[in-house]
């Protein structure tokens, strides 16, 4: 137990030293002309080197605003806000969603056409309409992925309440706190660490993985490549299955970045007492409350 008090002291230590050298030393894993400095920069997105610099940033944050409430506060508004305006932009995708399913029935029932070619800014871009088809299933990922804090946000997650509603303020906000600490954070933890490998799987070759030390990683670095993997599962069908790899970090990032303010939000209200409740909450309306103050006047 004592060795294992040691690594987390030494690695916390460590995790300070590494921020200050990758941000004094940029060039060593942002220079991707620089084949060592990509398989730098792919190593250390997945490892747990990255966690603790991670980790390092959460501890000073969290001292910060506990010193002062206000700048935790800031956090919890910022980090709402990001969820809220990258899931209302996101939202958007399902329209164009049913406007693109809508347009390939129309194309296929009516015009019998097998490809639909666009010329923006004069460059020609054809596909045929399976690839668009296919293609649907990026704007309903689109909209898993990237609406999925912002619903957390608007309290729009179903849940199963077997003892919360019956226990006091405080105790609710112990609850919250315990959730946001020991299943959000480390599912978003444990799922980044290996969907990072998995995204770069199919942009890199050779193939890296998350068992991959840093000196094998640079050893690599003599025959990497770049190799976007674009294999459909239809011969003429959509092959950029890249950009969903991209869409679950984007999702992790998310629920990660949502968890933390979660937990923020918990905590000050569990400070604060009740009547902190929902503060700075910006939660969308469809105009019932307009509705309700009308109908009183």
């Given at each position: ?5 040691t690594?987390?002291?030494t ?10 050298y990758a ?5 060593l ?6 084949k060592?400095?990509?398989l730098?920069f792919?190593?250390?997105g ?6 603790f ?13 506990l ?7 800031g956090?919890v508004?910022?980090?709402e806000?990001?969820?809220n305006w990258v899931?209302r932009a996101a939202?958007?995708a ?7 399913q ?8 009516v015009?019998?056409?097998g ?15 399976t ?6 299933k ?5 909209v ?7 619903a ?7 849940r199963?309440?077997?003892i919360y509603a019956?226990?006091s303020h405080?105790a609710?906000k ?9 299943f ?14 998995f995204?770069?799987r199919?942009?890199i ?5 998350a068992?991959?030390?840093?000196d094998?990683m ?12 674009r294999?459909g ?5 959509f092959d950029?299955?890249?950009l969903f ?6 999702f992790?990032a998310?629920?990660f970045?949502?968890?933390v ?14 009547e902190?409740?929902?503060k700075y ?9 307009e509705?309700?103050?009308?109908g009183?006047?």
């Amino acid at each position: 137990m004592l060795g294992g008090l040691t690594w987390l002291i030494t690695q916390i230590g460590l995790g300070f030293y590494n921020i200050a050298y990758a941000v004094s030393h940029p060039g060593l894993w942002l220079n991707w002309s620089d084949k060592e400095s990509l398989l730098r920069f792919v190593y250390y997105g997945g490892s747990t080197e990255f966690f603790f610099a991670v980790f390092d940033i959460f501890l000073v944050l969290t001292v910060a605003g506990l010193i002062w409430r206000p700048f935790m506060w800031g956090m919890v508004r910022l980090f709402e806000g990001i969820a809220n305006w990258v899931g209302r932009a996101a939202a958007w995708a399902g329209l164009i969603m049913v406007g693109q399913q809508i347009i390939i029935i129309f194309l296929q029932s009516v015009f019998r056409l097998g490809e639909i070619t666009m010329s923006p800014l004069g460059i020609g871009f054809s596909h045929s309409i399976t690839w668009y088809a296919e293609g649907l299933k990026l704007w309903n990922a689109a909209v898993i992925a990237l609406c999925v804090s912002y619903a957390f946000v608007q309290g729009s997650h179903v849940r199963v309440d077997l003892i919360y509603a019956g226990v006091s303020h405080r105790a609710k906000k112990c609850i919250d706190m315990f959730g946001a600490l020991f299943f959000m954070i480390p599912f978003a933890v444990l799922a980044w660490m290996y969907s990072w490998y998995f995204l770069w799987r199919h942009l890199i070759t050779p193939k890296v993985s998350a068992s991959d030390q840093l000196d094998l990683m640079l050893r690599k670095a003599r025959i990497v490549k770049w190799n976007v993997e674009r294999t459909g599962f239809s011969p003429d069908g959509f092959d950029y299955y890249f950009l969903f790899k991209i869409l679950i970090l984007s999702f992790l990032a998310l629920v990660f970045l949502q968890a933390v303010a979660f937990f923020y939000r918990s905590l000050l209200e569990f400070l604060e007492g009740e009547e902190s409740q929902d503060k700075y909450l910006d939660r969308d309306s469809l105009g019932e409350g307009e509705e309700m103050y009308e109908g009183t006047h």
